[in-house]
């Protein structure tokens, strides 16, 4: 026979949010589903950009105007995801940083290198495009690493790409 007053297990913090009241005095516990955790929005988050191409493509297979479209793409995912955070949520620098590197992209294609060489074939990157392109790519991996990190999420397929490599450093 079980000890009915066997301390219980261990409260974990997602059980912990999903009381809402302690009642009268031979016990109660009010309860209600709090909708997702602050690590389920994050992972939602990645899944959305696992199936982004612009961040994992080789340079050759990528279209100027879809690589554009994708990362604008991006910076909408962003604003979505950062309305499920409070400002204080440690996912909201990495995905406000996420954002400002879709900005800076969609500036930065615009620099142009007349003496750099870089033809490609018609819709293919320029140089600014390519180098804007790159630097979107790191902060991408940077951010997502942290993210990743934080959340003890594992990042999936392609995505994983992107990540900064821990070896060389």
Known sequence: MKNPFKPAARVTAETARRITGISGPWGGVQWADPGPSEREHVRRFLIELED????YNPDWLEVRSQVDASVA???NICTTALKAFASSDFATVPIRSIR???RRYLDDTTIE????????HRGALTAGAFLALGAFRATVGLEVARLAAHYDLEVEGEL??????LDEA
Do not use: Q
Request: glycine share 8%.
């Open 52 to 55: 982004r191409r612009v961040l």
């Open 73 to 75: 793409e991006i910076r």
């Open 100 to 102: 400002a590197a879709c």
């Open 113 to 120: 290198f007349r003496h750099a060489g870089f033809n490609g």
């Open 160 to 165: 994983a790409s992107v990540l900064p490599d």
